[in-house]
């Protein structure tokens, strides 16, 4: 059985992909602070000109060839099974381990808030979500885009709280000068990402909707300009009305804004609205992560890359074997530091939009006359910018860890080794088929 069709709608496909970002409006973005402000605010305007960019492209990936693996599909297309299972993997990998940072940030809110977290909480939050989309993708949609749209309006309500105490002042500290350079926004460039990131994972869902080819670019549309808007109004309050100094550092930097002496010594009301906010959040951000993932793994078992057996579905069209080793791989990487699981997510991504981006040229080259639902505005230049924007992000995170890329490069030889395990089973099997009929 495959997965369900006519599922989902252009307002689902919206939902999803804000709810696959918001979290990060939330949390991590505010790291680039401490490089300065206006280097963070240049960083984030070409952020969301590659995330913009590589929506419009992906949307006519999307609408012209539905497929549930959604970037490596349109990759394996252009360039060959073994590339399009590379990128694959680097989708996989990044959105399975996004799960465990995720559950780790709603367990730190819990403890904070309400006195309770750590494991017994992580099990519970993979358990109930899990168990929510095996009940199909109609019901894990509703929760996905109920979190996601409230998570919004909580951002909306700080972006007002916020706004009267904005104060050009509050830019700037004596350590962090309100100066442009280019090195400056370099070592911004992969915080400023995480306002934007992960949103073109919507194509991963595009199996599963009702008119792929009108749904998928209006949603993606509808999606990225929300979270571009919302992105804007939390770089400009957060530091402005609360303080560089005291939002930079911070895990929980919408929360240290409105407690800042400088935004009249804290909002108690506000604040616990926003908290709540971004609990909402990260558990729609968990959802849709555990969501695309499940369905990239999907898809690569269904295409031959892995085992056939994970591509298995229930009685209601969910790869419930898909969504167990999702669950499985979170909890595992959700005792790692979440700083380093983030950077794992940038790393990959950003690698894989290279390659994506790649496929789109090679694509609109070689098939100018492929029926196209939708059209990406400014063609293969829009694709060549972003490509280039792409290539910055994957070196910046050059800069930051070299224990996170031993991790990464020791993950692709793995995945490399299961795909030539896999393939040597089934050149077994097939022998052993040829051997039977012989005889």
């Given at each position: ?17 804000i ?21 963070m605010v ?10 913009f960019?590589?929506?419009l ?16 599909a ?6 060959g099974?073994?590339?399009g ?16 940072a995720?559950?780790?940030?709603i ?14 909480l ?14 199909g ?11 996601g749209?409230?998570?919004v309006?909580?951002?909306?309500v ?22 442009v ?8 460039v ?6 934007f990131?992960?949103?073109?994972q919507?194509?991963a ?6 008119n792929p ?12 300009t ?8 939390i ?10 100094a ?10 240290a804004a409105?407690?800042?002496?400088l935004?009249?010594g ?8 926003v908290g709540?906010?971004?609990m909402?959040?990260?558990?729609a ?7 695309s993932?499940?369905?990239q793994?999907y ?5 031959g ?5 994970v591509?298995?579905?229930n009685?209601?069209g969910?790869?419930?074997?898909a969504?167990?080793?999702v669950?499985?791989?979170?909890i ?16 990959s991504?950003?690698a ?15 098939e100018?006359?492929l029926?196209?639902?939708f059209r ?7 694709a060549?910018?972003?490509m ?7 070196a ?6 070299t ?9 692709f ?24 009929a012989?005889?």
């Amino acid at each position: 059985m495959g997965l369900a069709r006519s599922a989902v709608g252009w307002a689902q496909i919206a939902g999803l992909g804000i709810s696959l970002v918001i979290a990060g409006q939330f949390s991590g973005w505010n790291y680039g602070l401490s490089a300065g402000w206006a280097n963070m605010v240049v960083a984030t305007l070409l952020m969301a000109v590659l995330c913009f960019g590589l929506a419009l492209c992906v949307a006519e990936l999307s609408a012209a060839r539905p497929h549930a693996g959604g970037l490596y599909a349109y990759c394996q297309a252009e360039f060959g099974r073994f590339p399009g299972y590379l990128v694959g993997v680097a989708v996989f990998g990044a959105l399975a381990i996004g799960t465990g940072a995720a559950s780790t940030f709603i367990s730190a809110y819990c403890t904070h808030v309400f006195g309770f977290g750590g494991l017994p909480l992580k099990l519970l939050l993979f358990a109930v979500i899990v168990g929510i989309h095996l009940r199909g993708v109609g019901e894990a949609m509703r929760w996905m885009i109920a979190a996601g749209v409230l998570s919004v309006l909580c951002i909306g309500v700080f972006v007002l709280a916020m706004a009267p105490h904005f104060a050009t002042a509050n830019l700037v500290t004596p350590a962090i000068p309100l100066t442009v350079t280019p090195m400056g926004v370099f070592s911004c460039v992969p915080f400023a990402i995480w306002l934007f990131i992960s949103v073109e994972q919507i194509a991963a869902a595009s199996e599963e909707v009702e008119n792929p080819g009108k749904a998928i670019p209006r949603g993606m549309l509808v999606a990225i300009t929300t979270l571009l808007f919302s992105a804007v109004g939390i770089l400009l309050v957060s530091a402005g009305g609360g303080g560089i100094a005291q939002v930079a550092s911070a895990d929980d930097p919408l929360f240290a804004a409105l407690s800042s002496p400088l935004a009249g010594g804290g909002q108690p009301v506000v604040a616990k609205l926003v908290g709540l906010g971004g609990m909402l959040g990260l558990l729609a951000t968990m959802f849709s992560l555990i969501y695309s993932a499940s369905r990239q793994l999907y898809a690569l078992a269904r295409d031959g890359h892995l085992p056939s057996f994970v591509a298995r579905t229930n009685g209601r069209g969910a790869p419930h074997l898909a969504l167990l080793i999702v669950a499985g791989i979170g909890i595992l990487t959700s005792s790692v530091e979440p700083q380093r699981i983030l950077l794992c997510v940038v790393l990959s991504l950003t690698a894989s939009y290279i390659v994506l981006l790649a496929a789109f040229i090679r694509q609109r080259t070689l098939e100018p006359d492929l029926h196209r639902p939708f059209r990406a505005w400014g063609g293969r230049g829009t694709a060549l910018i972003c490509m280039a924007l792409a290539c910055l992000v994957f070196a910046a995170c050059f800069q930051l860890d070299t224990v996170v890329l031993t991790a990464v490069a020791l993950f692709f030889i793995l995945a490399v080794v299961v795909r030539i395990l896999c393939r040597g089973a089934k050149s077994v099997a097939a022998a052993s088929e040829e051997g039977l009929a012989d005889v």
